[in-house]
């Protein structure tokens, strides 16, 4: 069966926030033959890490794999045929730790088909149905062991001249068996297909690619399998929930903490798993509201008390900017929003506002996450 070959100009740039990330070398990346293989280095060593490759339409397609114990990643996704054009790609870790890397994929050339060449189709290079990269005979040998060099292993018959024949060559001793197939050092990536599913976030809406990453990381889902509700507020019980998921949803053992907040709830566990590492401490009287709309201010607390949970950098220098609501904001959340605003994690609103207690809505936290795994491994 014909295959159609690609030979893809590939353009891959490194886009970080982290001073250190400027320092690693990027990799070429190779598009050939409906495969995507990317190699990097510096990352988390012995880690799971999920890499993700955007079609110039919709399909969002990711795989996972496990570095290796010197932080590198060699990764081959199957993606089958791509557009000329622009496929942005992003290596997340799971979990906490280790650096985010993001980059463009460009499409720019697409080569003529070229038949295979079918004198390739037996050679051992070829895999057999046990994928060892062998044929059946382990080599391209006959089943005697002869290699061919005399034709085939025939007898020359005897010189033309004097008639008298050679002594006969010494017996051949027969090939060594081939060596067993070495076994992988990783798992091969597992690859899922997937349409980037919700339809209320269109192309060029300045939360799209900060909503499809969280997607993509399994940090936030929808409200249904094709809406997200972009511009609907969060509660308290749904941020505890995405940062007991970016932390890789540890395991709890549940204990009342507090009253509003029962066994067997869709939240209980983030809740008091956030609650058990001070990176959530209630609203008073022993209760949570985990049904209230998160303020901006909230958020950025949370967001700062998980930071040094995962000792992360916690100093910050001043305000990005003059905002006009400063005072507005709570004592209690004067040093989270300081920090959450130097490390851009909350921006203004309306160009000098803070809003420090107004609701956050669902993509402004896609935002705060995304930016967060970029600033703090």
Known sequence: ?????????????????????????????????????????????????????????????????????????????????????????????????????????????????????????????????????????????????DTGGNGGGQDPGPPAGNGTAPPPAPPQAPAAPPAPPTAPSEPPAEVIVAAFPFVDVPQGAWHRSYIEQAWAMGLMNGISDTNFAPNQTLSRAMVATILHRLAGTPAVTFSPVFTDVPAGRWYSDAVVWAAQNSIVLGVGNNLFSPSANVTREQMAAMMFRYAEFIDADTTFGGWTQSFADIQAVSPWALEAMQWANYNDLIRGQGGDRLNPTGTATRAERAAILVRFTEAFK
């Open 1 to 145: 069966m014909k295959k159609r070959l690609f030979s893809i100009l590939i353009v891959l740039t490194i886009l970080s926030s982290l001073p250190q990330l400027a320092l690693a070398a990027s990799s070429e990346a190779v598009y050939s033959g409906g495969v995507f293989t990317l190699e990097l280095t510096g990352l988390r060593p012995s880690s799971e890490y999920v890499v993700s490759l955007s079609r110039v339409s919709d399909t969002l397609i990711a795989g996972s794999a496990r570095t290796d114990t010197q932080g590198g990643l060699d990764f081959s996704l199957t993606v089958g045929t791509l557009a000329i054009g622009e496929h942005p790609w992003m290596v997340s870790p799971v979990g906490t730790g280790g650096a985010m890397r993001q980059g463009i994929l460009s499409v720019t050339e697409e080569a003529p088909v070229i038949p295979p060449d079918d004198d390739d189709d037996d050679n051992g290079g070829d895999q057999d149905g046990n994928g060892n990269g062998q044929d059946g005979n382990g080599e391209d040998q006959d089943d005697n062991g």
